[in-house]
């Protein structure tokens, strides 16, 4: 079977899907329409010849979910006739900062960065608005005020957790005993978590409980475990709660598709069976976790729309360079994924 990029399998539904973005942003309650963006020469020019260059920040390559990410964006641009260098930034934010102002100091039309701690949002923009080079900022939400102080130059790109959250909650309602395999009335359950300062991680905690508790139901968490969104941590972790806990645990929520996957590892290892004495969700929708989903692996993940960010990222991108208006959010929709429409997500 001939293997095919996540970029080209979703290409379309993306253009179709960022071009809805782009413009349904505008009706949200929390964008504001740049009214006016200053139209700098350089910037037009590089526009009309293609000539722009675009300086990519990631905020680690090792990322499963921004692996995929990264390769889309670096297409999309190039796509573009864009110059494209995309940097590692190794999880450390001052290695980040390092290659940000590498980048200042090339010149680089517009900047597009993934930071490695929301909570430097601010001091990125300090560092870069005296240049007045854009930042189109992607995958960890910024509080507003950071894109307020840098208004017109400043953008996020990104999925609302908080969607993720209750189609985690949702999918679990959707099982045949809504989570309460031992029919105690009670959803038991333990929690990876990720990344505890990143929102996806928050939101998807608190939004996929509140779906369970907005159903009426009771719930009992045993442990929530951090994980950093890595599957070898969870994987360990999920080991240790199965052995402490047993048949306690009735649902194991994963944040993401990599501990998901650690998890599954785990719970096969404990001779559990997914969908008969214990339930797994994740978010993502990557490769290998769509495929557990349609051979009952798991019982279903979440779409998170590389293809549909990093084409919103990339057009954002290509307005600033043109000089054109850009809103200052820009939301892709997360998609349920279970086994009814698994196959719709399978490369
Ligand atoms: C993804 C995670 C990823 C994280 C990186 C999240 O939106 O779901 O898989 O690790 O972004 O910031």
Redesign the pocket.
């Known amino acids: 079977m001939k293997m095919i990029s996540r970029r080209d399998f979703l290409k379309a539904s993306a253009v179709v899907g960022a071009a809805a973005a782009m413009t349904a942003c505008g009706g949200s309650s929390s964008s504001t329409a740049a009214s006016s963006v200053a139209s700098s020469t350089a910037a037009s020019a590089a526009a009309t010849n293609g000539s722009a260059t675009v300086g990519v920040c990631i905020?680690?390559f090792a990322?499963?979910?921004?692996t995929l990410?990264r390769a889309d964006l670096e297409g999309y641009l190039k796509d573009m006739g864009y110059a494209v260098t995309i940097m590692d930034g190794k999880n450390d934010q001052n290695t980040q900062t390092e290659q940000i102002n590498t980048f200042l100091q090339q010149g680089v039309d517009v900047l597009i960065i993934?930071p490695v701690q929301t909570t430097s949002a601010q001091t990125i923009v300090d560092t870069v608005s005296p240049s007045g080079t854009p930042i189109v900022f992607i995958?960890?939400e910024p509080d507003k005020s950071v894109l307020d102080s840098y208004a017109d130059k400043c953008c996020y790109v990104?999925?609302d957790?908080r969607q993720?959250g209750t189609y985690q909650g949702e999918l679990i309602l959707e099982t045949e005993t809504q989570g309460d395999i031992n029919g105690d009335g009670v959803i038991t359950y333990i929690m990876c978590k990720?990344?505890p300062e990143?929102i996806?991680?928050q939101y998807?905690t608190e939004y996929s409980i509140k779906a369970l508790e907005d159903a009426g139901k009771k719930v009992n968490c045993l442990y929530e475990y951090l994980d950093n969104?890595d599957q070898t941590t969870a994987q360990q972790d999920v080991a240790n709660a199965l052995s402490q806990y047993g048949d306690q645990i009735e649902v194991v929520f994963c944040?993401?598709?990599?501990?998901a996957l650690g998890a599954l590892q785990s719970i096969q290892q404990a001779g559990r069976t997914v969908g008969k004495d214990i339930y797994l969700v994740g978010?993502?929708a990557?490769a290998e976790a769509v495929q557990d989903v349609l051979d009952g692996n798991m019982t279903g993940t979440v779409l998170?729309d590389d293809v549909g960010q990093a084409t919103a990222a990339a057009e954002a991108a290509k307005l600033y360079v043109e000089g054109s208006a850009v809103e200052q959010y820009y939301w892709v929709d997360y998609v349920k994924v279970t086994k009814d429409n698994a196959s719709e997500y399978v490369k």
Not at 63 to 66: L, P, Y
Not at 255 to 259: L, R
Request: cysteine-free; proline content about 0%.
């Open positions: 905020y680690q990322d499963n979910f921004m990410y993934n995958n960890r990104g999925a957790a993720s990720g990344d990143n996806d991680a998807r969104w944040n993401n598709d990599a501990m978010v993502d990557l998170n």
